[in-house]
């Protein structure tokens, strides 16, 4: 009963909201389909977005509420969606559900969003730690929290994470990008920043790329003439 159909707002259907149906389905469909709601890049944290995902709300607490419960990930998957619509106590009370029925690493990654959307800095960094105690070779948990660290100024933490990031995934190309990045605003390095570069011009553009050249053009004493050609791969 569940599927991804973008041309039907399934919360308006009838079905939607009816006890057989919220009986019937099944947790993993429940978040996958909560999951695809957010696949358009809609703004779902305003008034009337809440409005209309009342429904959700409801599907959600009434599934997370199972006895036997079900499993974490379904749950943190829901918590996304909360998380999305501006429902950040909610979100987190999920995810805490989560962690009573087993730990795992995507609630702890969903958790650090949500205090990152609060501005939480300090929160999100100490979830992302316990995300990696429980997937420690994860290469992206590394980077995740790396590129935390750089937005709270610690970036000989930066540099730590990320290289230790590239023992477990040594040609990730945006991986790359960002240790040399955290390097040469640790550093002030003219080779690091020339590398960066070359890296940078190989990576499609994104708000992401830009972030990691302005990262590096902070690097203290650095050439004029590295920074204008990391300005001029920006503005390509």
Known sequence: MVGARADIAWADAPWFGDERFLGAVSAEALAEAA???????????????????????????????????????ALARMAILLRACGRTDASLALCDRADSVERVMLTEVVRAGTWRKLNDLDRAAAAFERALTLDPANWSLHLDLADLRAAQGDFASAVH???????????????????????????????????????????????????LLDHACAGPG???????????????
């Open 222 to 236: 650095l050439p004029a003439e590295l920074v204008t050609a990391a300005r001029d791969i920006q503005g390509a």
């Open 35 to 73: 999951m695809r709601t957010m696949d358009h890049g809609a703004d779902l944290d305003t008034d009337e977005m809440r409005g209309r995902f009342r429904p959700w709300f409801h599907a959600v607490d009434v599934i997370s509420s199972r006895q036997p419960p079900p499993p974490s990930e």
């Open 161 to 211: 994470l990320t290289t230790r990031a590239t023992t477990y995934a040594p040609t990730e190309p945006v991986l790359q990008a960002a240790a040399t990045a955290y390097r040469t605003r640790l550093t002030g390095s003219p080779t690091d920043l020339h590398e960066l570069l070359e890296l940078a011009r190989n990576l499609p553009k994104s708000p992401y790329r830009t972030l």
